[in-house]
């Protein structure tokens, strides 16, 4: 039994409760075990934190396989850096000494790769036995279980409803829904995934629109998959549980998405498994829908076959998907809502780039937004594309893929732009912008 060195430490998911910044303090140990020649990190998030004045990285899995949390130094972060799998520990030992004119003992950098190891961050053997578990265990359920209920919301029914009740109130709210004030039926809605307390009243915006109206019978979410994924669109059958209960899948839409755009649209099933912008807009709809049926799929960027960003064109599979959504959707003789659970902008230090967020900064990238939101407001997906993706996708945009298969998947007559806004994280100088549209 070694002790992780003080620099490294590791404190579990749970410990970080609902503020992913603050930093756990057990008592950290781990198990020796075979570290390799070549480590290779599996994709991870890491994000600028200061801990009383030190100024670390925090590490975590976004697709949550691993329910570790990692802090460390610079400089520890600079080596982990390197296990690329190309480089040897003896390269990866000569890059350090290079850059910090410092040598450190190989069986040092021996102690971070078992600690990555342990904490299910390598591609290893290691993690690659715990994924296999973990997808038999989820293939074999039929009902999804609530992931973040007690954390990013509260995990009790009725302190759930009075909270998703309050986003409503003005002044930030929208005003409570008068159901039955529109007969025109929403088509598709656009809601942020980011969390509701930051969120909430935008959220509200766009649920005010659908209460109003003729209550769909199936909500087909087009959620972000924050992890990458083998195919551009990822489905599950699956129903899903919050404190509100079990929101029942459209099993009869979802094989029929499924006979049109392939069984290999479940290949990523997994990915489904802590993803929040699905389970986010089934917390507002079972709230106010609990009749309402969901289809749950997964977006991610669109890729040509060696990786790169590219038009949704040229993404394999896209249009062949969409063309099966929209014979889907059209064939199911019900009220179906296609729904964009995205967020918009993405800049700075937790997004892996230096920016100073003052007023200025913050009102060029709300003329921005809106300049793309109103492409997606005038039903042009094509140029709601490439306003999202200009100047080489520079304001890390993940609504396009959604947002894009919305515009493209449904036959609109309007849209409007309901309410826009933007959360500063002033500790690491950066900002996550969202919006709410409602398409009809």
Known sequence: MKTLPPDARTCSGAERGQYPNKLGRPECTFVGVDTVDKPKMR?????????????????????????????????????????????????????????????????????IVQALDNALMLDSDRFRQHREALEQ????????PCSHGGKSYPGEAAELARLVDSFFEPPKGPGQPAPGA??????????????????????AHAYKELAES?????VVILGIAHTFTQN???????????????CPSDTELTNGLLARGGIH????????????????????????FPAAKIVSVLCGAFRDADGNACAPAQAPGVPEFIDALRETVQAAGKRVCLLASVDF???????????????????????????????????????????????NDRRHIDATPAVYTLLKALDLEEAKVLKYDQSVEAQTQSVVT???????
């Open 232 to 246: 551009h669109f990822v489905l599950t059958r699956k129903s899903f549980e919050t404190p509100f209960g079990v």
């Open 345 to 391: 902008s993405h800049l700075g230090g937790r997004f892996g780039e230096r920016i100073q967020i003052t007023p200025q900064f913050l009102g060029r990238v709300e003329r921005d937004d809106l300049e793309t939101l109103n492409q997606a407001a005038s039903l042009d997906a094509d140029a709601f594309y490439a306003s999202a993706t200009a100047d």
């Open 434 to 440: 969202f919006a709410s549209m409602v398409f009809r």
């Open 265 to 288: 649209l479940l290949a990523d099933e997994l990915a489904h498994r802590t993803e929040h912008s699905v389970e986010f807009q089934v917390v507002f709809l079972q709230h106010l």
């Open 214 to 218: 003729p209550a769909p019978d199936t």
């Open 182 to 203: 529109s007969e025109r039926p929403v088509k598709g809605l656009m809601a942020p995934h980011i969390d509701f307390l930051r969120g909430g009243p935008c959220f």
């Open 43 to 111: 994709p991870i998030e890491a994000t600028p934190v200061t801990d009383r004045g030190r100024q670390l990285v925090m590490l975590r899995d976004p697709q949550g396989l691993s329910e570790q949390v990692l802090t460390v130094p610079q400089p520890v972060f600079y080596l982990i850096t390197q296990f690329d799998g190309n480089h040897t520990l003896n390269e990866i030992q000569a890059n350090y000494t290079r850059r910090f004119g410092q040598l450190i003992f190989s069986d040092k950098i021996k102690e």
């Open 137 to 144: 265990e989820f293939r074999g359920l039929d009902v999804r």
